[in-house]
């Protein structure tokens, strides 16, 4: 087998291995050469080539986000690691295993004027949960160093960075190691238990209990958990659509039945006791409620985190829902309460508004959403990208079989197709990219992907610009509006898809979209379906829409 020759390396590689980490994906450069040779040929790690390193680190994020397990990123010195911090932020937020390895130049050769060079040691300390900072000579410390920042991307779920210094030569190779590195096992320390009693003595008075779940993986809670809070007369449980949960009795539309609120609405609908569980919450009116209308004990469920998203925070549980719930509700009693019946009545009164109004609207971004979304394919992986897209979705219910994902960490337009395509990647199953056009315009070098999926599709809404702000206060049409928010276009993905090898179809009416939809999804090859929707008009629909629901 070939090794590097170089020592430092032997060792990252060597732990890397008994460690288990399998993924790597790797930028081309020299001053990594000695890992690259390594990584590649060795067995036990697959690797990919992605040449963009922003593209390259959220394609790792999508293949980490589906396998649960750390996926490792590669990069050569200098600027090349810089572009790995959207995704790094990203691993930050959503608590996905994200491992940057970065070669750098020898102390020694920092802020010198040697080309290629900057500041790389602690470059993500503000959003890494560990900095291995190594040295150029192998030693029990680095070996230390490796292995902490290994275990806590696991751990502690998020991104670690082990930055490595090589001194030239960089490309030599031997075939055995020189190395025994000292392995060991790392273990978190025990949680404090607390005495859940008290909580459920609460939860056993208050008649309005309201449980918030945002983005979580599929089958993250047991279903016989959320069968019983379903079907608790006190209790109203919300969901996104990136929970992944599923019940007849759950509130899925959150905007629909909210927003038409009137101020004694709210009132009646505040809760005593809210739960939140799961990743950031997508809703602005539920956040906006909350704060306004503030329970008086809110419990967030985490094994690790809790955000005081509603300042009103008041109990973190550091355990997992399954392991909360089966304790808690062992301890709860029936309350006499109408919360839940009087939540469903209005429920059921905003779904025939939803019908009424979607019957009569022309196309339009959200009526293209009504015809997508329950076309999406079952078993399927459906992935959205942020700003207006994942906020259509959120008004439309999807078959409970898809699983659903966005990248809500930070909520950023700026890697969601490279983030889709490492998932399709990751999971093997037949994945549909729900993007808009600033979006896909912004990650296009994702679809420079040698490793693409045959089952990959993307669903573009192409609206010419940024359109989620014609919805937002600050909407006027003045040239500033348009050329520095909305960021008005005329670009369609027609060239990328044929340079990239993506089939490609249009839509503009409904029949279109319907054929356009069904040729895509049986197509044996990657896909883009561009649908154009009129700018001026989707602002007024939805805005109309929400006026309509009262």
């Not at 399998?22 to 790690?45: C, D, E, K, M, W």
């Not at 983005?215 to 069968?227: H, N, R």
């Amino acid at each position: 087998m070939i090794y590097p020759k170089i020592p430092l390396a032997q060792s990252i590689l060597e732990i890397c291995k008994a460690k288990g980490l399998q993924h790597i994906v790797i930028s081309p450069g020299s001053r990594n050469a000695p890992l690259t040779i390594g990584f590649t040929n060795n067995p036990a790690f697959t690797c990919y080539s992605i040449a963009d390193e922003r593209c390259a680190a959220f394609f790792a994020l999508g293949m980490a986000q589906q396998l649960q397990q750390p996926v490792a990123v590669l990069c050569t010195s200098g600027s090349a690691l810089l572009n790995y911090y959207p995704a790094v932020a990203e691993a930050f937020y959503s608590e996905i295993p994200l491992v940057v390895i970065s070669a750098d130049r020898p102390h020694n050769k920092i802020d010198i004027g040697d080309g290629q060079t900057i500041r790389q040691e602690n470059v993500f300390a503000n959003h890494c949960l560990h900095n291995a900072n190594l040295t150029e000579l192998p030693s029990e410390e680095n070996d230390l160093k490796i292995q902490e920042a290994l275990f806590l991307a696991v751990a502690k779920r998020g991104p670690v960075h082990i930055n490595v210094p090589f001194e030239e030569p960089l490309y030599e190779t031997v075939e055995e190691v020189s190395v025994a590195p000292d392995l060991i096992e790392l273990f978190s320390e025990e949680k404090p238990k607390i005495d859940i009693a008290p909580f459920a003595a609460q939860w056993n008075t208050a008649k309005k209990k309201l449980i918030l779940i945002g983005g979580c993986d599929p089958d993250f809670i047991q279903q016989a958990v959320l069968d019983q809070l379903a079907n608790d007369n006190s209790v109203v449980v919300m969901t996104e659509v990136t929970s992944n949960v599923h019940h007849p009795n759950f509130i899925t539309n959150i905007d629909t039945v909210i927003t038409p609120f009137a101020e004694e609405d709210f009132k009646n609908f505040q809760p005593e006791i809210l739960i939140t569980i799961g990743g950031m919450i997508v809703s602005k009116r539920i956040k906006a409620f909350l704060r306004k209308y503030k329970p008086l004990q809110h419990w967030h469920i985490d094994e690790l985190r809790a955000y005081n998203t509603f300042d009103c925070l008041s109990q973190h549980f550091e355990m997992t829902p399954n392991a909360f719930f089966e304790e808690f509700l062992s301890k709860t009693m029936p309350v006499h309460s109408d919360y839940l019946q009087k939540t469903m009545e209005i429920r059921e009164f905003r779904a025939i508004k939803h019908r009424e109004y979607l019957s009569g609207i022309a196309f339009s971004d959200l009526k293209a959403f009504e015809l997508l979304l329950p076309k999406i394919p079952k078993e399927s992986q459906l992935q959205i990208s942020n700003s207006s897209a994942i906020r259509y979705a959120q008004l439309f219910a999807i078959d409970k079989s898809v699983a659903v994902f966005c990248n809500r960490g930070t909520s950023g337009i700026d890697g969601s197709t490279s983030t889709a395509i490492g998932a399709a990647v990751a999971s093997g199953k037949e994945t549909i990219l729900i993007t808009g056009d600033v979006s896909f315009l912004y990650d296009s070098n994702a679809l420079w992907n040698n490793y693409i999926p045959k089952n990959f599709k993307i669903i573009l809404v192409n609206n010419g610009g940024g359109g989620i702000f014609r919805i937002l206060p600050g909407h006027q049409e003045t040239a500033t509006f348009t050329t520095f928010f909305e960021t008005t276009h005329n670009l369609t993905a027609e060239h990328l898809a044929n340079m990239y090898g993506f089939q490609y179809e249009t839509a503009n009416t409904v029949q279109s979209l319907e054929t356009s939809l069904d040729t895509i999804l049986k197509s044996g090859k990657p896909s883009i379906l561009e649908i154009f929707t009129p700018t001026n008009v989707n602002n007024l629909l939805l805005l109309d829409y929400f006026k309509n629901l009262a």
